[in-house]
């Protein structure tokens, strides 16, 4: 990630590298690239505030504090404090025009907000219930804002949208595995850990346990059917939007590729998506079926 200087958290963030975010690239209706930028914006900016710098973890959660006011104040029509006005400027219109759900852009404060909490405290996910719970708030309001901005809202379409922003959190979990335990990071359950056999130790960058290669395995094949359930959702979006969400869903899919690839040892290596890896995933995006 772009780290900003330390006392300049009010800068505009670049559009490169919020997860799970499709952002206004130029396969998304050019109507709606506006919205979705300010959407991103929006979540790239809290983001960064949990997890950006080397602010204590009290003033981290006093500034999304501050960050969330400015939200209330915008979807009541009323003026923000003025600290982030490239984000709830574009915002409040998107707002206005679009009369976007507010308490889908509370849930991911609340999603960030928890990061610095369990970071800070040294908490763990007991299981895997409790850590889909972060993701209804931490990934799938970025589905079902873009949803709201296409005008599709059926019961299968939200479904499936969750599934496969579920999908993407965890997969970035699962990448992440190598970066994200060294800062304190755990994302694994601690019952799923426990049912593999799994200890501390063996998630160090030194190890080579098979207890951790099958827990890892186990998770990458659960991400993998859960993005294959959602995956018809793009099928049935038309037009540009639809592409885009092909793409999101086989760079996802290719992503569990390189981790089975590294024999799902990702404690040890991140893998990483390549420029050689569009050929494949546009392919597989050719080939999609609604099923």
């Not at 609340?110 to 708030?137: I, M, S």
Request: glycine share 4%; with cysteine.
């Amino acid at each position: 990630m772009t780290t900003p200087p330390a006392n300049t958290h009010t800068a505009s963030p670049p559009v490169d590298h919020y997860e799970n975010f499709p952002v206004a690239s130029w396969l998304c209706p050019p109507h709606l690239r506006p919205a979705i930028a300010a959407i991103y914006h929006f979540a790239r900016t809290s983001d960064d505030l949990a997890d950006e710098g080397d602010a204590s973890a009290e003033a981290r959660l006093d500034t999304l504090a501050r960050y969330r006011s400015d939200l209330v104040a915008i979807a009541s029509d009323q003026a923000h404090s003025g600290q982030w006005p490239e984000v709830f400027d574009p915002l409040r219109e998107v707002l206005r025009t679009f009369s976007l759900p507010v308490p889908l852009l509370a849930d991911l404060l609340d999603a960030f907000a928890q990061d610095v909490r369990y970071t800070a405290g040294q908490r763990r996910y007991r299981d895997d219930a409790e850590l889909l719970d972060y993701c209804t708030r931490s990934a799938n309001p970025v589905g079902r804002l873009l949803l709201h901005l296409y005008g599709i809202s059926d019961d299968l379409s939200l479904k499936q949208s969750d599934q496969i922003c579920t999908a993407l959190q965890l997969i970035n979990f699962w990448q992440d595995i190598s970066t994200d335990v060294p800062r304190g990071r755990w994302y694994l359950s601690q019952q799923a850990m426990a049912a593999h056999g799994v200890l501390d130790a063996d998630l160090q960058p030194g190890s080579h346990s098979e207890h951790a290669t099958r827990l890892i395995a186990a998770y990458a094949k659960s991400a993998r059917a859960l993005m294959q359930a959602g995956a018809p959702l793009a099928c049935r979006i038309p037009g540009r939007a639809g592409w885009e969400l092909r793409l999101v869903v086989q760079g996802g899919l290719r992503m569990l590729d390189k981790i089975e690839a590294l024999r799902f040892a990702t404690w040890r290596t991140r893998p990483k998506l390549t420029a050689w890896n569009v050929p494949v995933m546009l392919w597989r995006a050719l080939w999609m079926r609604q099923g």
